[in-house]
Structure formats: C-alpha cells, structure tokens
C-alpha cells in the first residue's frame, strides 16, 4: 500500500502552525517567576488551510489567532507590542496586517489579550509554480512588564503543482453525466492491469458495493473525450476509519498514455467524496485509484462540461 500522506489535497495549500513553549519560564526566569509578571506569547497549535487555485487564494480573509499572557495578573493595564519578520522569496511584512500596529493591552486583573494576525496582500505567492515555504515569526519587543525569552513563529507553506482537491459538496464547474453515458470499471489488484466493468444504476450506484482492505481502483470510459472537472466515489464505509485514506488521479485520451495528476491526496470521509479539478482536463478515460486501511466504494459519478 502506498504510504498515506498527512497533507490536504488542495491546488495549493498552506499549513499555518504556532509552536511554542507551554509556559512562559525558562531556566534564567525561574527565579523571578513568583515574584513579578512576565509577558509571554502563548501556546497554540493551530492548523490553517488556503486554497490556491489559478485565480488566486480562495478565502483570502483568513486569520491567525495569537494569544499575549502574563504568568500573573497586574494591577493595572499591560501593554504588549508585538513584531513579526517574515523569510521567503518576495514576502515582505507589508503583506503581513497586525492590527493596532501589533499593540495589545492585557486588562488589570486578566492574564491573557487575544489578537489575530492576517494576511493583508497575497501578491507575493502570484507566479509561483513550485513548493515554496514563507516563515513568519512573532515577537515581543516591548511590554510595561518584563518580556519572557520564548516567542512562537508560524510557517506558511505554499505548494501550487497540485491539480485536484475533493470536498463534500458537489463540484460548481460542470454538471453531472448521465449514468448510461459513460462505463465504469474497477481494479482490485494495483499491481495488475485487470479492469472488471461494473453495473451501474441511473443514481449511480452499484449494483453490488465494492470493498478491498487496501485499495480500489475505478477508471470511467466516456467514450469519446470530454471537459472533465470532476469525479465522485460514493461511499459509505462501514465505520469513519474504514475509509479510503488518499488517492491518485489520472486521465488518457486513448487508453494507452495516462497522465497522473495527483498521488495520495487525501480523501475526505463522505458520501460522496468528491474529487475535482482546479483547471478541467481534457479526457475520455479517468481513473480513481483510491487507498486506505478499507477502501470501499458504492457507485461513480462524472462531471463535465
């Protein structure tokens, strides 16, 4: 079985992760913990998703949480101010928005400030063909307490060769072939080039479910070449982690030359699980090849234009 990947499929996409310390002391501050409040940016383990398509970021409104604490409360108001830098090819901290110019005030008696930080120009990524990482890393710079030593960074990770993505929803771009338009076939064996056609009713389901402990694969023959955007595994797995993990997608005009769009993209547990292209693909044939610790799969659908 192909070795499951833990990153989600998306044209692009962008892990935003804050790491940090799960206190504010360290060695030297120890003695001084007790005694007087130190300012701190607090622990969060966060993951964020962007999606890229060729028309640019998708949910552009997107919002990192940051969190100011203070090991002990004051008596009166703190007022933290907080920087980033940023490291990657064309990202600048004029693409980064801060509100309040990164001040934040900790109210008297409260030990923690909550803010979010955003990206405010996606300019940067624009043109961007290959894997590229972009680091932003926040810091406290002043404070009316003492600062701790420990800052969190967040990592932005941008990743435009992907083709596909799925979703739970049906695809907006193409609408859905008729069932007796098309064929659909399934592989049971990945190292084998055994097809076995399957019947398949006007809902597009089966007539018999498929379910193999490792992998499936299904492969619709159009009979002639059509703008495909989109193809659908109905699936309803006996129970959520039976599900089939990742998949490969390819497409052939002939049968005979096959381009592979994706490989072990994840795959979302749903009924049914949709699996769409950013940019639609001229085929006749597409194949699903789908793999998990169970993979199942109930019926097929198509979408083209």
């Not at 009924?271 to 085929?283: D, K, L, N």
Request: glycine letters at 6%.
């Amino acid at each position: 079985m192909k070795k499951i990947l833990k990153l989600t499929a998306l044209f692009g996409f962008s892990l935003l992760t804050f790491t940090g310390c799960e206190n504010p002391d360290t060695t030297e501050e120890l003695p001084y913990y007790y005694y007087e409040s130190i300012a701190y940016l607090e622990n969060i383990n966060t993951r964020v998703a962007v999606y890229h398509s060729p028309d640019g970021i998708v949910n552009q409104d997107i919002t990192m949480p940051v969190t100011v604490g203070l090991s002990k409360a004051q008596s009166g108001d703190c007022t933290v101010r907080v920087e980033c830098t940023v490291e990657g090819e064309g990202f600048t901290t004029q693409n980064v928005a801060l509100p309040n110019n990164g001040v934040v005030t900790i109210p008297a008696g409260e030990r923690s400030a909550k803010f979010s930080m955003s990206i405010s120009d996606w300019s940067f990524c624009s043109g961007v063909d290959d894997a590229r990482s972009y680091t932003i890393s926040l810091k406290i710079v002043e404070a009316s307490t003492r600062i701790s030593t420990n800052f969190n960074s967040t990592v932005y990770v941008l990743n435009k060769s992907v083709k596909s993505y799925t979703s739970t929803v049906a695809p907006t771009e193409g609408s859905q072939v008729s069932t007796d338009a098309y064929t659909v076939s399934c592989n049971l064996d990945m190292g084998e080039e055994k097809w076995t056609p399957m019947a398949i009713r006007s809902n597009g389901r089966f007539s018999e479910y498929l379910y193999y402990y490792d992998y499936i694969g299904l492969q619709w023959d159009l009979g002639s070449s059509k703008t495909v955007t989109a193809v659908a595994n109905i699936c309803a797995p006996y129970s959520y982690g039976y599900n089939a993990g990742v998949y490969t997608i390819m497409t052939s005009v002939d049968g005979q030359k096959w381009t592979t769009y994706d490989e072990e993209m994840a795959l979302p547990s749903s009924e049914p699980q949709y699996v769409s292209f950013y940019t639609p693909v001229t085929a006749r044939y597409v194949r699903l090849h789908m793999y998990g610790s169970t993979a199942f799969s109930n019926g097929a659908l198509i979408y083209a234009k």
